[in-house]
């Protein structure tokens, strides 16, 4: 007897479990709607399985470039990311001459805070310092980590006067704060 074989390849998260197959025969291949039902199953395995490979990749491909984008520490955008939302702005500007401002942030004596508590405690007060600016501002302003303990702040839609009511805010809020029972003041 004539057998032929057609593989159904089931595939789970990118790797393959099991193959099955399914042995007709001879005599079956000319019924045409066997043929069809069969081609019909294996394609939309087929094109499921595809669309599901896709649909992870681009998932992964998301949480690259959010992770290329941010800084490990603070989770706020890192320098590349924050210049090139910066660029953005500032084209944004050129073409509608909207107001933007800018506000960049030193953590004040920060070294003195590394050298006499440690790095980890250090990172710890970066961390916090970035979740108390974070909480301050708008779901439209964009925080990132400029250097060591220097931030900047992109305020769209902003002019000065408005920038430096914010920045004054920001300033005072965290002199409120006491992080790891650390005072932390901002310039």
């Keep these: ?3 032929s074989r057609i ?3 089931l595939v789970l998260a990118i790797r393959c479990y099991a193959v099955i197959a399914y042995h007709i025969e ?3 291949q000319n019924n045409p709607i066997n043929n069809g039902f069969l081609l019909l199953i294996f394609i939309s395995g087929y094109l499921r399985n595809v669309s599901f ?3 992870v990749s681009h998932r992964l491909y998301q949480d690259l470039r959010d992770t290329a984008s941010r800084d490990f520490l603070t989770t706020v955008y890192n320098r590349r990311a924050t210049q090139q939302l910066l660029d953005k702005e500032f084209h944004h500007f050129q073409r509608y001459h909207n107001h933007c401002s800018l506000i960049l942030l030193d953590i004040d004596y920060f070294k003195a805070v590394n050298d006499s508590y440690g790095h980890e405690t250090g990172d710890k007060i970066l961390h916090s310092v970035t979740a108390v600016l974070t909480a301050q501002l708008r779901k439209t302003d964009i925080l990132g980590r400029w250097g060591g303990e220097e931030f900047l702040v992109v305020l ?3 002019t000065i006067e408005q920038a430096i009511e914010v920045a004054e805010k920001l300033r005072h809020e965290l002199a409120k704060e006491k992080m790891l029972g650390i005072s932390c ?3």
Aim: proline share 6%; glycine share 0%.
């Design 7 to 9: 593989f159904v390849i």
């Design 1 to 3: 007897m004539l057998f």
């Design 156 to 158: 769209p839609s902003t």
């Design 185 to 187: 003041t901002i310039s």
């Design 26 to 28: 001879a005599s079956m």
């Design 53 to 55: 490979i896709m649909m």
